[in-house]
T-cell receptor
């Protein structure tokens, strides 16, 4: 596609429910990033893939968060047993280069845990 | 944790005026980037300035970088109502493979 596509755009989950957020990066982009953005804050890094390899997952806040990119294209961020503090916008971004270059963001998945 | 700190947190100006936003950071960088985010949308890349550059222009945008002071500024000239958005600086570290680190942003309101 022309840009980074994320789905769902909006998700309301009950506390304790599992959620899966999907990201379809720009075609051919080898690098893929997940960021979490709380209201009124800047994006906080979660994890980074280069092709199918997850090179950095230091930002994942707990072992309830899991990300994968099995074929080096589409990525899924899974949050198990959601908590209220997980409520945020989850932004996916991709880049044709390494992690120091320009990255292109999707519109985000807005997660509200009630 | 966020490395970049934007200043001011919020800025309100009249259409046609210039808007200046500042960003300070703590460690040596490879480059610094500015992004814009409209309400409810994703971030859009505006400009990248490398550590060996001092100034860069793109249309109505002017970015400066002072590595001795570990600071950058973004100037938007002749602002328009459509410039209303949040602006974030993001730093790429000089050493290692850390990802872009974003600041908390400046919320700019341009009043017509």
């Amino acid at each position: 596609g022309a840009g980074v596509s994320q789905s769902p755009r909006y998700k309301v989950a009950k506390r304790g429910q599992d959620v899966a957020l999907r990201c379809d990066p720009i075609s051919g982009h080898v690098s893929l990033f997940w960021y979490q953005q709380a209201l009124g804050q800047g994006p906080e890094f979660l994890t980074y893939f280069q092709n199918e390899a997850q090179l950095d997952k230091s930002g994942l806040p707990s072992d309830r968060f899991f990300a994968e990119r099995p074929e080096g294209s589409v990525s899924t961020l899974k949050i198990q047993r959601t908590q209220q503090e997980d409520s945020a916008v989850y932004l996916c971004a991709s880049s044709s280069r390494d992690r120091t270059g320009t990255i292109y963001f999707g519109e985000g998945s807005w997660l509200t845990v009630v | 944790s966020q490395q970049g700190e934007e200043d001011p947190q919020a800025l309100s100006i009249q259409e046609g005026e210039n808007a200046t936003m500042n960003c300070s950071y703590k460690t040596s960088i490879n480059n610094l980037q500015w992004y814009r985010q409209n309400s409810g949308r994703g971030l859009v890349h505006l400009i990248l300035i490398r550590s060996n550059e001092r100034e860069k222009h793109s249309g109505r945008l002017r970015v400066t970088l002072d590595t001795s002071k570990k600071s950058s500024s973004l100037l938007i000239t002749a602002s328009r109502a459509a410039d209303t958005a949040s602006y974030f600086c993001a730093t790429a570290f000089q050493v290692g493979n850390t990802p872009l680190v974003f600041g908390k942003g400046t919320r700019l309101s341009v009043i017509a």
